[in-house]
Structures are given as structure tokens and as C-alpha cells.
């Protein structure tokens, strides 16, 4: 069972700058890639960056050029992972909770998601 923790959201102004940070704990050794989602209000989850165990990394178009996904490779270990996105030149529009998701073959796992708000 794969645990997922989610911190750094908060509110910034346009413009700004945020990192996000997810602890993984318990079983990470077969985690496949790790990802971060976010949903705004009214609007489906949807994808915002993903890193896969080869560190191939894809972002959504709206995204890309301003949010950095990263994994913290120094620091790994058999039983804590840590991935980060951070987020520059922010917009209103990235306002939404931020959520990390763990994929392992035939499971996936979601933290509680933190908020990030822009305001303009």
C-alpha cells in the first residue's frame, strides 16, 4: 500500500512562484511513475506533469515551460520517495487542488490533495 503526501500549496499572486512537494511511503520500489493532477471547480481532473521510472516525463501543453516535475534521487530510499513540481509565472487559471498519484502495475494511488490558489 502506497501513502502519499501532499505539501506547498497556498496562495500566490499571478506571476509567482510555488513548489510542491509529495512524500511516497510503503512499497515504492514497484512504483512505475509518479504524477501530479489537479482539478479546478466544476472541471474534471485532469493531468498536469508525470515522471516515469526511466525519468521520461510528459507535461499537459498548458503547463509546459512554466512547471518543472522532479524526483529527489539523492535522497531516495527503499521506503520514502519524494517528488516535487515547481511552478512558475502562475496563473489565475492554475487555481485548483494539486493532487499526487502513484501508478504501480494493476494499482494507483491519490493523496488529499493541497489547494493553490492565483489570484490576479
Known amino acids: 500500500q502506497v501513502q502519499l503526501v501532499e505539501s506547498g500549496g497556498g496562495l500566490v499572486q499571478a506571476g509567482g512562484s510555488l513548489r510542491l512537494s509529495c512524500a511516497a511511503f510503503?512499497?515504492?520500489?514497484?512504483?512505475?511513475?509518479m504524477a501530479w493532477y489537479r482539478q479546478a471547480p466544476g472541471k474534471p481532473r485532469e493531468l498536469v506533469a508525470r515522471?516515469?521510472?526511466?525519468?521520461?516525463?510528459?507535461?499537459?501543453?498548458?503547463v509546459r515551460g512554466r512547471f518543472t516535475i522532479s524526483r529527489d534521487n539523492a535522497k531516495q530510499s527503499m521506503t520514502l520517495l519524494k517528488v516535487y513540481l515547481q511552478m512558475n509565472s502562475l496563473e489565475p487559471e492554475d487555481t485548483a487542488v494539486y493532487y499526487c498519484?502513484?501508478?504501480?502495475?494493476?494499482?494507483?494511488?491519490w493523496g488529499k490533495g493541497t489547494l493553490v490558489t492565483v489570484s490576479s
Open positions: 515522471i516515469e521510472s526511466g525519468d521520461r516525463i510528459n507535461y499537459a501543453d498548458s
Open positions: 510503503g512499497g515504492i520500489a514497484t512504483i512505475n511513475a
Open positions: 498519484n502513484a501508478d504501480r502495475v494493476g494499482s494507483n494511488y
